[in-house]
């Protein structure tokens, strides 16, 4: 992982203005009230026996750890957020604003900055066991709910 290049990436992320609807940018997507970007997407794991898929996990997390303590530097120590309650709750029915209900359906928690009028959003995603993982920041103005 390049700690510089993701930085740059979330900095341009915090100085865009938020979309109002979907859709694609440079670095990532886009949605009311938010962008997201992939900063790091590993390999899949289709012939994997395990050990890789858990070595790519734990390495992924030390990067958006190492990530996090630079952003710690820059607007104090992030909050811990499980998105597995809010997963819980877009399964049984409740509306979850974007983009924590989508978040919720592949991130199992975040680390999350409250900057300004905006939050700051890094976590590690995988769809499926045997797709890559990717670390994801996220910036939004909704409120994690």
Known sequence: ??????????????????PAEHGRTDVGTGGPGYLTAALETSGDFHEDDGTEREETEAQFE????????????????AAAFGLAGVFLRTMAGEEIPEPWG????HVPD?????????????GVSQWDG?????LLAVVTST???
């Open 62 to 77: 030390a990067d958006r750890d190492a990530l996090g303590e630079r952003l710690a530097e820059r607007w104090g120590p």
């Open 130 to 134: 045997e797709l890559p993982f990717q």
């Open 1 to 18: 992982m390049d700690i510089a290049n993701c930085l740059a990436v979330i900095d341009r992320l915090c100085a865009r203005e938020l």
């Open 110 to 122: 975040v680390q999350v900055w409250r900057a300004a009028d905006r939050w700051i959003a890094l």
């Open 143 to 145: 409120d994690p709910p």
């Open 102 to 105: 989508t978040l919720a359906s």
